[in-house]
């Protein structure tokens, strides 16, 4: 079974936020022909999609092209509302967690279970979060993403590591994915955002989780996985181990070196080059790394899984990121297809 475990949604529509909630700035969707829409954010465009992102036929056509079994389909970040209120941040999740249900049910008859979803939850409040999780899941979502931080508060911050020790008492996998980039104010020319600023969010992420002690208060069971192969961490892990053995003050709370607490969590594939896969697979290990494409967005893998098909793995490693290691980590069964 081929599985890509990390896609992006958006709804075609849902009801104007500004309205419901007073306010500015909420996203938005402005249908602009067939099948084209522009993401807004308040009275400003954001960015030109096509309705790959809400069709699901159109999915499981491109699905079928590259030879892809299941998707695992999460929300675009731009609609996560951490800035929020927390219950209006909580009414627009649960909002979009349905949306989300409804673009995978749309997948019947003989695609049945081909199209899967991760909710979303307000994180900048633990208890509704911890809530809405558990609600997504009981009603069909197999895991949750969140983003990489909620303002100034990392992925070692106490409340988001409630919410984790939640998730792995209840068997729901978190992919953590990046958004709101730190230096934005200079990385707002040539897409460096995302190009920079997001691969040094997540290894950010993982490096606050070792060295504030987050992963020793966690437990072995919770699955956890960072998009983007892990950002900038695997190339420059070296760098943090040998700060952590020769200053005192690169220690922070953690047990033991940064590179134990390697199998501790999963990465995606999303690294476009086969140089830096096989270098993922080396420090990560052959069972910790999952295809994920970023569709159907341009940045994103184009042919899905050319990447690892390409990488000569060998066939066992190869049929674990196309599919086995996602398959387990998710509790994904092969669809009827
Ligand atoms: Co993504």
Same mark, same amino acid.
Request: hydrophobic fraction near 45%.
């Given at each position: ?20 909630? @007073? ?7 402005? /249908? ?8 807004? &954010?308040?009275? !400003? ?182 998009? /983007? ?15 952590? /053995? ?17 199998? !501790? ?5 999303? &690294? ?5 896969? !096989? ?5 990560? @290990?052959?069972? !910790? ?41 998710? @509790? ?6």
């Amino acid at each position: 079974m081929i599985i890509d475990m990390h896609t992006h949604f958006v709804p075609k529509a849902w009801p104007d936020l500004a309205a419901r909630f @007073g306010g500015d700035g909420w996203p938005g969707i402005r /249908h602009t022909g067939p099948g084209k829409a522009m993401l807004t &954010v308040g009275a !400003r465009d954001f960015r030109p999609v096509h309705s790959a992102l809400w069709d699901a036929a159109e999915r499981i056509e491109a699905m079928d092209r590259d030879g892809i079994d299941v998707q695992v389909m999460c929300a675009t970040p731009f609609l996560f509302g951490y800035h929020r209120q927390p219950d209006q941040a909580a009414s627009c999740a649960e909002m979009f967690n349905d949306a989300a249900l409804e673009i995978c049910a749309a997948a019947s008859g003989p695609q049945a279970g081909r199209l899967r979803a991760l909710c979303q939850v307000p994180l900048q409040d633990i208890d509704l979060a911890c809530r809405e999780v558990t609600r997504a899941a009981k009603s069909g979502h197999i895991g949750v993403q969140i983003g990489n931080h909620v303002g100034l508060r990392n992925m070692d911050d106490e409340g988001i590591v409630t919410f984790l020790q939640h998730c792995a008492g209840e068997n729901v996998p978190v992919l953590v994915h990046p958004w709101d980039m730190m230096g934005a104010d200079r990385t707002k020319q040539y897409m460096m955002g995302w190009t920079v600023g997001m691969p040094a969010e997540t290894q950010l992420s993982i490096v606050a989780m070792i060295l504030g002690g987050a992963f020793d208060r966690l437990p072995l069971d919770l699955k956890l996985c960072f998009a /983007h192969g892990g950002g900038s961490f695997a190339f420059l892990l070296g760098r943090l181990e040998n700060a952590w /053995h020769n200053r005192d003050i690169a220690r922070g709370k953690s047990a033991h070196p940064p590179s134990h607490y390697c199998d !501790r969590f999963s990465v995606d594939s999303a &690294v476009f080059d086969p140089r830096a896969l !096989r270098l993922l697979i080396d420090v990560m @290990g052959e069972d !910790r790394v999952m295809l994920g494409s970023d569709s159907p967005f341009p940045l994103g893998e184009l042919q899905v899984g050319r990447l690892i098909r390409e990488c000569a793995l060998g066939e066992a490693t190869q049929s674990k990121l196309m599919g086995g290691n996602a398959a387990r980590f998710f @509790g994904i069964e092969s669809p009827a297809h």
